[in-house]
């Protein structure tokens, strides 16, 4: 079993929806969560970084973990075509390296 | 120049070549890092470097040797690859090992091993 799985998608949605995107993790020591956004051609860069349980909001986008189910979420309102890219969650324990799921590939349609 | 860099952007080599790939960070930041990313596949960490000291090998095969002269650059060594290491390559780095708070990535080298 992974220790962070991630559906690859493709996720296709029309501008202006809300998009989420989901993790589910094994480790439950990890108390660490982040979540990379990758465009083509680049490296991941951070977007969202929390800790332990509970949610946390960044203008448009919004990460939410879940440790009683081990399952970490993204949500991003009002997409636009800029947020097409592939969203890396990755989790650790504070001691040990960091986890990185498969990402998921997003395509925001105009 | 600001962030990480990394060069060559791409790389095509044969089995029997030996080539290098670059990375400098303008962070000031203590701790660099190697990563594989396949397709399909998550971020492999390859190797960590602490003020130029290895912390990390994990259990990378010896026709991968990196070399970190200070610590602001980072390099990875090549030779004798199979086609099965033809990946994209990360170089980041973090203030201090384990800093993954503030993890920065370059843009990777694409390397096509023939």
């Known amino acids: 079993q992974k220790e962070v799985e991630q559906d690859p998608g493709p996720l296709s949605v029309p501008e202006g929806a809300i998009v989420s995107l989901n993790c589910t993790y094994s480790?439950?020591?990890?108390?660490?969560f982040m979540w990379y956004r990758q465009y083509s051609r680049k490296g991941p860069e951070l977007l969202m970084y929390?800790?332990?349980?509970g949610n946390k909001e960044d203008g448009r986008f919004t990460a939410q973990v879940d440790k009683s189910s081990k399952y970490i979420s993204l949500f991003i309102r009002d997409s636009q075509p800029s947020d097409s890219a592939t969203y890396l969650c990755?989790?650790?324990?504070?001691?040990?390296?960091?986890?990185f799921g498969t990402g998921t590939r997003l395509l925001v349609s105009p | 120049e600001t962030g990480v860099t990394q060069t060559p952007r791409h790389l095509v080599m044969g089995m029997t070549n030996k080539k290098s790939l670059k990375c400098e960070q303008h962070?000031?930041?203590?701790?660099m890092y190697w990563y594989k990313q396949s397709a399909k596949k998550p971020l492999e960490l390859m190797f960590v470097?602490?003020?130029?000291?290895?912390?990390e090998n994990n259990s990378v095969p010896s026709r991968f040797s990196p070399e970190c002269p200070n610590s602001s650059h980072l390099f990875l060594h090549l030779h004798t690859l199979q086609p099965e290491d033809s990946a994209l390559y990360l170089c980041?780095?973090?203030?201090?090992?384990?800093?993954?708070?503030?993890?920065?990535f370059g843009s990777g080298t694409q390397l096509s091993v023939l």
């Open positions: 980041a780095s973090s203030p201090e090992p384990g800093g993954y708070e503030k993890l920065f």
């Open positions: 480790n439950s020591a990890f108390q660490y």
């Open positions: 929390t800790y332990s349980s």
């Open positions: 990755a989790s650790y324990t504070g001691f040990q390296k960091l986890v």
């Open positions: 962070l000031g930041h203590n701790a």
């Open positions: 470097y602490s003020l130029e000291e290895r912390v």
